[in-house]
């Protein structure tokens, strides 16, 4: 099959690849390689084409699991930031937020950008990848990740966007998973 620009996401065959594989179509051009589609089945509802060994995707962590990973990451965070700035002697009130804002930051753009998952998603046994299948996403996935959730006046609205479409999308992706071409998935 050769998709063209007006073909939705979603997994298929491409033109050139071996008979009975499919690849990852993301409404503008091919993502990752052919994989092998096991009983006709389509690998969309499994998930991301990257995965050595097994089925050759990434299985889209479910929304419940993605929630509980963040309640975590959250009281793990705050833990931390508040053993920290009463050792730094952070006592002012502009001081403490300024402090746990760039906590924040620190700590899930760099796990993410780094090992590929918070401390929270680790423990749940998700983890961030790349619409190409590759994890750690790097740098700039991580920062669009956080920034889009960050702008002043629209998080709000961004996170009640992105709740809605976890629920409702396929892939479970937020608008932060889409901005820096990333989904969250299981890697247990």
Known sequence: ???GSN????????????????????????????????????????????????SGVFPFA?????????????VVMLVAALVIASVAGVDNQVEI????????????VAFTALKGATPGKMAMGIGVVTTAGTSPPGWGPAVIRWAVTAIPCIGFVVFIVSL????????????????????????K
């Not at 051009?29 to 998930?47: E, K």
Request: proline content about 8%.
């Open 62 to 74: 479910e929304p419940a699991t993605r929630i509980l990973a963040r309640l975590i990451d959250v």
């Open 97 to 108: 937020q300024l402090f746990f804002a760039a906590a924040g930051v620190l700590y899930e």
């Open 7 to 54: 073909q939705p996401p979603g997994w298929y065959h491409a033109q050139g690849d071996p008979p009975g594989t499919q690849r990852y179509w993301d409404g503008s051009h091919w993502v990752g390689g052919p994989q092998m589609v096991a009983g006709g089945r389509s690998p969309d509802a499994g998930g991301v084409p990257g995965r050595a060994g097994g």
């Open 164 to 187: 809605v479409w976890l629920f409702t999308d396929a892939q479970h992706r937020t608008v932060g998973d889409r901005a820096a071409g990333t989904f969250v998935v299981k890697t």
């Open 1 to 3: 099959m050769s998709t």
